[in-house]
């Protein structure tokens, strides 16, 4: 990369830096303060979904509350990949990059704003503006960096103009489907989805762009933890409920303490397999690693409105059947397991953690919730959180480095 493409650490007080591809093996490659900064205003995004998420389950209104649930969180981790992905390959950290980049938080912030009314009485106004807002933004960076980059220009074009025709489907679609059934919005959504996924596949046809693996598996790794954040705090709303309305009890504590081990089991559980090791050995695996990562953050963040039913259900007695709120924590462990599998399989090789491990976790945290009735809701979250721990301490002992070694 010549030198005075390169970001520095005085990148912000130079006006303009040229924009070219990043260097994949550029060592000590990190998450930047901006790109920090950027996944802050996604916490208000999914703060507010898991939210609509938790009080959708109280009322007992999943089957359009999941839908909505998966739409507006495809919003909003397709919008995060996709600024990740171009940072990864393009940041130069200059003024254009930082005003484009503070657009695009603002459309996130707008997206956010929409998301009460999208699961309410399915209005997408603001959601689609938000997202209109981010995507416009991108487009102005690959036009950039088609200008200003040679060797990438076929691509950067391609992106260009494969997110822009998308776009414009994505603002026919709110005008045009708001008196279609219920099933057919979904429907003419998932299909522009998976236009939406198609376009890098078809843009990077000409030539890859220049990701890090390295940067590319920190970046993935600390939205992991964004949305295990929002668990915690989704949790600690029914938490301070429950202490403000002086009803603690020992079930109580157990539901919480069990709570806070299950998502720092599946911390654990994610860390444990190397995704940089194996996006760098395998580059042409990081479309399935990467997309197939959806079903990996939409599970944990539905993990966080499960908690936040279950510390509801034993304060004040909802309506919700205890066996419903078990499986809202139940499900969404049993697909991060299963998914964490199906990702670093072909990515890796074999897994760090044994698939009889992680699957027949999976299985069994299923089984559970139907004993709900004899074990009590708290037990029932306690053996799903020693059901994580297992597959832990399993691993550690199965892959436990010998004394040769």
Do not use: C
């Amino acid at each position: 990369m010549p030198e005075d493409a390169k970001p520095h650490a005085l990148s912000g007080l130079v006006p303009v830096v040229r924009m070219r591809s990043r260097d994949i093996a550029e060592p000590g490659r990190v998450s930047s303060p901006l790109e920090l900064l950027f996944d802050l205003t996604f916490v208000v995004a999914i703060s507010s979904i898991v939210g609509q998420l938790a009080h959708a389950i109280e009322l007992d209104h999943l089957g359009t509350a999941l839908p909505n649930y998966l739409m507006v969180f495809f919003a909003i981790w397709w919008a995060w990949l996709n600024f990740t992905w171009f940072a990864s390959a393009y940041d130069t950290d200059d003024v254009p990059y930082r005003l484009l980049t503070m657009l695009q938080m603002g459309g996130v912030l707008v997206l956010a704003a929409g998301v009460p009314g999208a699961f309410g009485n399915g209005d997408y106004l603001l959601v689609t503006l938000g997202y209109f807002i981010m995507r416009i933004a991108l487009v102005a960076q690959w036009l950039r960096a088609a200008a200003q980059d040679p060797e990438g220009r076929p691509t950067a074009l391609r992106y260009a103009l494969g997110i822009s025709v998308v776009q414009a489907l994505w603002i026919v679609r709110l005008f045009t489907t708001g008196g279609f059934p219920f099933e057919a919005q979904v429907a003419v959504f998932a299909v522009l989805a998976v236009l939406e996924m198609a376009v890098p596949i078809w843009a990077e046809r000409p030539g890859s762009t220049a990701w890090h693996p390295h940067h590319v598996a920190e970046r993935y790794g600390l939205f992991t933890i964004i949305v295990l954040g929002e668990s915690v705090l989704a949790a600690s709303v029914g938490v301070q409920g429950i202490v403000g309305a002086g009803s603690s009890s020992g079930p109580f504590v157990l539901l919480a303490a069990a709570g806070l081990a299950l998502l720092f089991g599946l911390w654990w559980v994610y860390y444990l397999e190397p995704a940089h090791e194996g996006l760098e050995r395998n580059r042409g695996r990081s479309f399935v690693w990467g997309y197939g990562h959806y079903v990996i953050f939409a599970s944990l963040a539905a993990l966080g409105a499960g908690l936040e039913v279950s510390v509801n259900a034993i304060g004040h007695h909802g309506e919700t059947p205890m066996i419903v709120v078990a499986y809202s924590v139940a499900i969404p462990v049993a697909v991060f397991l299963v998914a964490m599998w199906a990702l670093y399989r072909p990515l890796i090789g074999p897994t760090v953690i044994p698939p009889a491990l992680s699957l027949g976790a999976a299985a069994l945290v299923l089984i559970v919730p139907l004993f709900t009735d004899a074990l009590s809701l708290p037990v029932v979250v306690l053996v799903t959180t020693l059901t994580v721990a297992t597959v832990i301490a399993g691993t550690i002992l199965y892959r436990r480095p010998t004394a040769s070694a």
